[in-house]
């Protein structure tokens, strides 16, 4: 049973503060620290998810700290949380949605509620004796009904940064190259590095040393000024390292179209100086669907509150692409039905801390599964060093992950996790 939780400030990525949680629980008499987690952060957030709280104190750590959510760890979830079994990860995250008791955690902050859910669904693995995504699968499904096989699921790496997470004047946010799904995990990874390492060549001839600079995901940062362009000189990599563009290796983007959308106007600035309605913007992602037909996925196309033009992009791309879905719905099960309904997408995006719990969660993926999405388990622009979404996304049975480039410790951790993973699944036939 769970004794304490206690939490601390600790740094993300990008140097920021966030908040990280140690589950002590009693084992056979002793009080023991069983596991600890964090949460991370991200850049362009979508306007409907959790609240993370930050203390506000311009003089330290820009407004950034977060000692009061942990404060709302040490004083608020560990109490009522000491005395709980540690194995039912539905229960427990239940039962800190009640403590908040807002949709967006708004009283103890996000943060503090997604950091102490993955440490608790760490700690309940561990003294368990199985791996984490045992544990998640058994909450996933229900305790008898998990299945005898999972499968490792195919990476969409971020190999060039623009938008909010890079400084160049790319307004498309990511580019991603997609392994084709026909290859154990270890030799998907291995393309994608191949391409990455060969990219940062390219970038480096075409537009010098700096090119090679990283953004917030690892991906190069080059001084590009179109997505034309991206394309191009990612496709020359895929071609240069020897595979097939589209066959061996697709391509996927991430807009993050909010961040270049102007309401008032009800314009996006695609590039630089030129300005699209919603119409001309999803004939240009048709357009360009037409001319790279690698392409096989294109996240947040349109502004999380254009709603007519997703449904128009999913009619004119939707049987071609997946049509991703990350700052609309920010995992939120509520928006999630009501995009099922209203036909916004065919795919979902996944990130925990854009709604709180694991639990939460697993309903949002059970709502896409069940009407025949695609779900992408996603990590944040600003992360730590844990590697729990390796483990949900196996768990969970998810096709896909989002994790950024093969460089960075934060980056990397996930997809080493995932090569251990794969292990395990072959020693005990589980694949
Ligand atoms: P974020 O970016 O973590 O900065 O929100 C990731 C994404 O948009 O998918
Ligand atoms: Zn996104």
């Given amino acids: 049973v769970i004794e304490k939780l206690v939490a601390r400030q600790i740094l993300d990525s990008r140097g920021n503060p966030t908040v990280e949680v140690d589950v002590y629980a ?18 362009s957030t979508g306007s409907n998810e959790a609240l993370e709280l930050r203390d506000g104190d311009k003089g330290v750590y820009g407004g950034k ?19 709980k079994e540690l194995f ?18 708004t009283k103890i902050g996000g943060n503090a509620i997604t950091a102490t859910s993955f440490a608790l669904a760490e700690a309940a693995a561990i003294l368990n004796d199985e791996p984490l995504f045992l544990h998640v699968a058994k909450n996933f499904y229900g305790k008898d009904k998990i299945p005898k096989k999972f499968a490792l699921p195919v990476p969409m790496v971020n190999i060039l940064n623009g938008g909010k997470h890079a400084g160049g004047k790319l307004k498309i946010q990511e580019f991603m190259i997609v392994p084709s799904r026909n290859v154990p995990f270890k030799e998907r990874l291995r393309r994608v590095v191949a391409v990455y390492h060969t990219l940062g060549g390219l970038v480096v001839k075409k537009y010098g040393v700096s090119a090679k600079n990283l953004g917030d995901e690892g991906g190069f940062a080059p001084l590009i000024d179109t997505p034309d362009e991206a394309l191009n000189i990612i496709e020359e990599a895929i071609t240069t390292a020897g595979f097939k563009v589209g066959e061996d290796i697709g391509l996927a983007l991430d807009s993050a179209s909010s961040e270049f959308y102007d309401s008032e106007k009800k314009l996006y600035e695609i590039t630089e100086g030129k300005f699209l309605t919603s119409e001309e913007l999803v004939d240009y992602y048709v357009e360009l669907v037409k001319n790279h037909p690698g392409i096989m996925s294109i996240e947040d196309g349109l502004d999380e509150k254009d709603y007519a033009g997703w449904i128009n992009m999913t009619q004119k791309l939707g049987d071609k692409i997946m049509i991703v879905q990350d700052d609309i719905t920010t995992s939120n099960p509520r928006l999630i039905k009501q995009g099922i309904e209203e036909k916004w997408a065919n795919a979902l995006l996944l990130k925990i801390n854009q709604i709180g719990t694991m639990k939460e969660g697993y309903e949002a993926v059970r709502l896409i599964h069940g009407n025949n999405g695609s779900v992408v388990v996603s990590h944040r622009s600003g992360e730590t060093t844990n590697s729990v979404i390796s483990d949900l996304v196996v768990g969970i049975g998810a096709g896909y992950i989002k994790t950024g480039a093969p460089a960075r410790g934060e980056r990397t951790a996930k997809y080493n996790r995932l090569l251990q993973i794969e292990e395990y699944l072959e020693e005990h036939g589980m694949l």
């Avoid at 009693?26 to 069983?34: E, M």
């Avoid at 700290?65 to 000491?82: D, F």
Wanted: proline share 4%; net charge positive.
């Fill in 88 to 105: 039912d990860q539905n229960v427990l995250d239940e039962l800190m949605c009640k403590i908040d008791g807002t949709e967006l955690k």
């Fill in 65 to 83: 700290g977060v000692l009061t959510a942990c404060k709302n760890v040490n004083e608020i979830l560990s109490p009522q949380l000491k005395g």
């Fill in 26 to 43: 009693k084992v056979n008499g002793q009080v023991k620290l069983i596991a600890r987690s964090s949460a991370p952060s991200g850049a």
